[in-house]
């Protein structure tokens, strides 16, 4: 049975190593990367890895809209009229499709998993960002999720970590350590409650339809306790949830 962790990553040179060392040391041993139209040395910190995975690189040239160095409400602006100008095709689609990002990551996913994982049911595909990243406390390993697995899905509730004063010359795990408590999320509510990233069998990856459930179908969601999704967004995505949980579990694991 293999474990594979499928991304799209663009700039994110400085969290590679740790990313993929991290989720290795998990027991995922392939990583599928796909490199979106590259600005940075990441191909180049890939091929030094000296992990036991298998890593495939798959570079992609530039295709649609990107946003590179603009300010929150110019990114937004961009957004809008893109929604606009596209808003026949998206309507049809019919996806949580909301910017050229999401769209490229439904069309690169969409093909890869078509195309390389699905149908041997011997195996699992995780669908998560460089900013993300899958904790089991207690020393579990990913083995132990999916054998255990009454369902081809699983799903890993989602919680945000405090990222505030970021230094890209430090490891990165070690200096954010508080999260959102299960209890805040709830209260607070409005689909947060909702958010999950999910591990799939390879004989139920599609329809893709998007990077949060991977497809429709029979699914469970773990107990946070036992697995859970560890989200590092920089910037902060501003909620007003506090950050009330002191959390070492992905630093105890390393």
């Known amino acids: 049975m293999r474990h594979t962790v499928l991304t799209m990553s663009r700039g994110d ?77 998206l309507t049809a689609l019919g996806l949580p499709v909301v910017d050229p990002l999401a769209l490229r990551q439904l069309e690169y996913f969409r093909e890869v998993l078509s195309t390389v994982y699905a149908g041997n049911g011997d195996s699992w595909v995780a669908v998560i960002d460089l900013d993300e990243f899958i904790a089991l406390p207690g020393g579990r390993r990913i083995q132990d999720i999916t054998s255990a697995a009454r369902s081809p899905r699983v799903r890993f509730l989602n919680f945000n970590f405090d990222t505030s004063g970021n230094d890209d010359t430090r490891p990165f795990l070690a200096q954010h350590t508080m999260r959102w408590a299960r209890e805040d999320v709830e209260a607070y509510g409005q689909g947060w409650e909702h958010r999950v990233k999910t591990i799939a069998r390879n004989d139920a990856l599609l329809p893709f339809t998007s990077v949060h459930p991977i497809s429709k179908g029979p699914c469970e969601i773990s107990d946070p306790d036992v697995a859970r999704l560890h989200h590092y967004k920089i910037p902060d995505q501003g909620l007003p949830i506090p950050y009330s949980t002191k959390d070492t579990t992905l630093i105890d694991t390393l």
């Not at 993929?20 to 600005?39: A, K």
């Open 13 to 89: 040179s400085p969290r590679l190593r740790e990313w993929v060392e991290y989720h290795s040391r998990l027991g995922f041993d392939d990583f599928y990367i796909i490199l979106d139209n590259p600005v940075d040395d990441s191909e180049q910190v890939l091929l030094s890895l000296d992990v036991p995975a298998k890593i495939t690189i798959d570079v992609r040239a530039a295709s649609g809209d990107y946003y590179d160095g603009l300010t929150p409400a110019e990114r937004w602006a961009r957004v809008l009229a893109w929604r606009k100008a596209n808003e026949s095709r």
